[in-house]
């Protein structure tokens, strides 16, 4: 089974201040790992992807994400945060192999981000 | 707008009811999910079609629910005999995968927020 896990409800930092969101996981084999935002009454919007590759990830609106094997972690970051980054955030991964054919994604429970001007 | 569309954004119903949901997947997206928010929860996987063919279904996708995609493009999701249970978001979602593409990007529509009286 593969699960993942945003260990902070709420994340609160100050405007210009960095920014770092925390996700760990657990699936077999190689992952393949997601960042959604998601904003109030809205769909997921997608910001950034790990498949393969470089472990740095660069995303939307100047997000990025940094993938550790040996952690089994893949924290969203940003340098610099704005009041418009206050939402909410979701990690979410799939496991590479097709051998068992799935394709569903499975996500965090979430991550409110508030920044403060 | 080109995204993932769904209607309707809302609806409420009573009780023992049947209602469906529509999603209009991004222009020749071959792969199309279904996923379920409750508040303060991350999306849960429900069923995931490629092409007109329904490929998994998750143990949360009881009798009550059914989801179609009869012609590959468009589908529909259907509750028969609504619960207090069935409150949510109702997410979906489409993607272009093919065997050489296998960690493609999931976009998401806007949802549609059922609630069950």
């Known amino acids: 089974a593969q699960s993942v896990a945003q260990p902070e409800d709420q994340v609160n930092v100050a405007e210009g201040n960095p920014l770092t969101v925390k996700c760990t996981y657990s699936?077999?084999?190689?992952?393949?790992l997601f960042w959604y935002v998601q904003y109030p009454n809205r769909g997921l919007q997608f910001l950034l992807k790990?498949?393969?590759?470089?472990?740095l990830v660069k995303g939307s609106y100047g997000f990025e994400a940094e993938f550790n094997k040996s952690q089994t972690s893949f924290h969203l970051k940003k340098p610099s945060a704005l009041v418009s980054d206050s939402a909410l955030y979701f990690c979410?991964?799939?496991?590479?192999?097709?051998?068992?054919?799935?394709?569903?994604?499975?996500f965090g429970s979430g991550t409110r981000l508030q920044v403060q001007p | 707008d080109t995204g993932v569309s769904q209607n309707p954004r809302h609806k409420i119903t009573k009780r023992g009811q049947n209602v469906t949901f529509r999603c209009d997947p991004i222009?020749?997206?071959?792969?199309l999910y279904w996923y379920r928010q409750t508040l303060g929860q991350g999306p849960e996987f429900l069923t995931y079609f490629q092409n007109e063919a329904q490929l998994e279904k998750s143990r949360l996708l009881s009798d009550r629910f059914s989801a179609e995609r009869p012609k590959g493009s468009f589908s529909t999701l259907e509750i028969q005999r609504t619960e207090q249970g069935d409150s949510a978001m109702y997410l979906c979602?489409?993607?272009?995968?093919?065997?050489?593409?296998?960690?493609?990007?999931?976009?998401f529509g806007p949802g549609t927020r059922l609630l069950v009286l």
């Open positions: 790990y498949i393969t590759g470089d472990n």
């Open positions: 222009s020749e997206h071959n792969r």
């Open positions: 699936v077999s084999g190689n992952p393949y």
């Open positions: 979602a489409s993607s272009l995968g093919s065997l050489a593409k296998s960690g493609e990007t999931q976009y």
């Open positions: 979410a991964v799939r496991a590479s192999s097709m051998d068992t054919g799935r394709r569903a994604l499975t």
